[in-house]
């Protein structure tokens, strides 16, 4: 199709993202058995940045921070709290998109509270509706999700629909019919397209269940400081809470499989949305990003979900690709500045020829033409512990070099050097050779976190409670991750 001489000179905006997908499965990182051709075609036309973190891994704190270009430290988000209670329709990404003159759809998973708050788009379309849709069109056994398996369950399972009738199909093909058809092609669009996998449940149709072998996945890595007897207590006491200390390798390795094959399915739909970008003569004025609210420990360290700082949690995946005839373009390039979730904004308006407010982002294509430093550090925080709230969280900071950790039932410490030990098997919080980098580190950490959220420490310092000491017995009865179901009146059905 050929482009239309009157369309807008300001390229259109693509942000993509995915639930709980590990930074290890794009790009260099990934692994040669997951077949993901179109991220790696993004990766070949963009950048990829790969020190990019969620601050606090768990989803509406990530996406809050997409919205605002806020750090988690400044919006002070740290666990799935409704997003309206912290944002309103004005200042957010996709307001601040308007007022340039966009029209602006969110897409997919947006997880916000409640789940129809539009905050800012013209327009939002959520698995709710497809849920809706699905319930009137079929009877019970043409149904999504009646495999029994919950949202936060490692076992996998074979999606209960074809494969067109998915919720990652949807979701696409919702995108394809805005790109081609519901866009106003006299202006500049900004779509959102959020899909809700890789998250748990695992459960991807034909031929995507079988296309991975458990025998071929890599195998769980653990650190010497990830067993029962010296992991921080509170680690320990997450993964027995959730039942997943009990799950064996076996099962981990076959989750693995299900997860590359949501990834793999994912990948191939996104090339639908290509498509229909390119048919329109729209896919080279396109500006596009791809990146993830979160990881998965996936059986790494003998644990799984999320919530601690550690890289395969927080450490997330992020592409960007520029629109055709930028100059300088970014194409190639591997990009190791520290970045996080707050800089998608400023990356947005900034393209979008505006000035963006005071946010505490930076502009990836500067970041990436080497145009402004790095950030010096990212402070993490690493969830708050159940039944602990409003007590502080647990606190970590990463110069990119090394990481610092803190967990305050009984003043734990980690410190990895993530230049030699990039997986965090080795845990160095007592090794004299770097007690100067460690002090630092706890240095800038406490003065950062003095200085914007004074609340989340003790009398000033890192804050210290008791050593966690609950019995097994009592830790296993606090509750099964999943059984969060297909008729769930909030935006978290996968």
Known sequence: MTPDPQRPSRPNLLLITTDMQRYDTVGPDAPEVLRTPHLDQLTREGAIFERAYAESPMCVPSRLSMMTGQSVATHGVIGNTPSSEIIGRQ?????????????????????????????????????????????????????????????????????????????????????????????????????????????????????????????????????DWSTPENCPPVFRVSQQRSGYDTIPESIYLAARAAYFGLITHIDYVIGRIFTALQDIGEYDSTMMMFTSDHGEYLGDHGASSTMFFHEVSARVPMILRLPKGSSPDIAGRRIDSLVTHADVLETFVTAAGSDAPPTDGRDLVAVARGEIESRPYIVGTTGLFPNRAPQPPYLAITDARYKYIWYPEGGVEQFFDLQSDPTELTDLSVDASVAEAKSELRRLLIADVRERRPEWLADGELAYYAPLDEPLSEVHRAGWPGYIGELSEQDTRH
Request: net charge neutral; charged share 25%.
């Open 91 to 223: 200042g957010t990404l996709p307001d601040l998109l308007r007022s340039a003159g966009y029209q602006t759809a969110g897409i997919g998973k947006m997880h916000f509270g409640p789940q129809r708050a539009r905050h800012g788009f013209d327009e939002t379309t959520i698995p709710d509706d497809y849920y809706r849709m699905m319930e009137r069109q079929g009877d019970s056994g043409t149904q999504p999700m009646r495999h029994g398996i919950g949202q936060n369950e490692m076992y996998p399972a074979r999606a209960t629909v074809h494969e067109s009738r998915t919720l990652t199909a949807w979701i696409a093909e919702e995108c394809v019919k805005y790109i081609r058809y519901r866009r106003d092609p006299t202006v500049p669009f900004f779509l959102w397209c959020s899909f809700s996998k890789p998250h748990p449940p695992l459960d991807p149709p034909e031929p995507y269940y079988s296309m991975y072998d458990a025998d071929e996945m890599p195998r769980p890595v653990r650190g």
